[in-house]
Structure formats: C-alpha cells, structure tokens
C-alpha cells in the first residue's frame, strides 16, 4: 500500500516496500508513527517539506520491519544498520532519472 502525505502546498507518496514474506500487520501502523515522529522529535526538525518526507519514508520502513514478523520479535532483532539499509532501499525504489523521451 504505502503512505500519503498531504500538505498546503505539496504531496508525497511512499511506496510500500516489497517484501518476500509479510507475517502479521498488527502493529504497522503504530511503528509508522513511531518512525515518522521520532524523525522529527530527535532531529528536533521544522516542519519542512524535506523534513515531513523524510519522517514518512522512516515511518515507512520502521512499519516494513514490525510486518515481518508477530508481535515485536522482528524489531527487538533490528539494528541501525539494518534500518539505514532500509531507508537507503526507500530512496533507491522511488528514485530515477530524470531524462524524458517523447
């Protein structure tokens, strides 16, 4: 599915991250929260564009870890490598270049 993000003068759109094997999703939307929020509360952020995407991209790969497994097994194993990983793979499914050919 993903996530939305609208605002006054934009919007944004995350994919959700493709996964091999998705276990249970109780809990991905509290841990999206917690990501998106805790971007902000730590880098102590405005609410910038920049600032609001980047906390939906952390919120989307904290929900993409809680659903690979039940309850908090798979985010009591997490590392921060592992989550810069996974926001590196955010960046890397939405990015392309920009060259148009009609």
Same mark, same amino acid.
């Given at each position: 599915?993903? &996530?939305?993000? #609208?605002?006054?003068? %934009?919007?944004?759109?995350?994919?959700? %991250?493709?996964?091999?094997?998705?276990?249970?999703?109780?809990?991905?939307?509290?841990?999206?929260?917690?990501?998106?929020?805790? %971007?902000?509360?730590?880098?102590?952020?405005?609410?910038?564009?920049?600032?609001?995407?980047? &906390?939906?991209?952390?919120?989307?790969?904290?929900?993409? #870890? /809680?659903?690979?497994?039940?309850?908090?097994? =798979?985010? =009591?194993?997490?590392?921060?490598?592992?989550? /810069?990983? =996974? #926001? /590196?793979? %955010?960046?890397?499914?939405?990015?392309?270049?920009?060259?148009?050919?009609?």
């Amino acid at each position: 599915y993903g &996530a939305l993000l #609208f605002a006054d003068s %934009f919007f944004f759109s995350a994919p959700g %991250f493709p996964l091999e094997d998705l276990k249970d999703p109780t809990g991905a939307g509290d841990s999206f929260a917690g990501g998106f929020i805790g %971007f902000l509360a730590k880098k102590d952020a405005p609410l910038t564009e920049a600032n609001l995407k980047h &906390a939906v991209v952390c919120g989307s790969a904290m929900a993409s #870890f /809680q659903v690979e497994d039940f309850g908090l097994e =798979r985010m =009591r194993k997490l590392t921060k490598k592992e989550i /810069q990983e =996974r #926001f /590196q793979a %955010f960046k890397k499914l939405s990015h392309f270049e920009e060259t148009l050919i009609l």
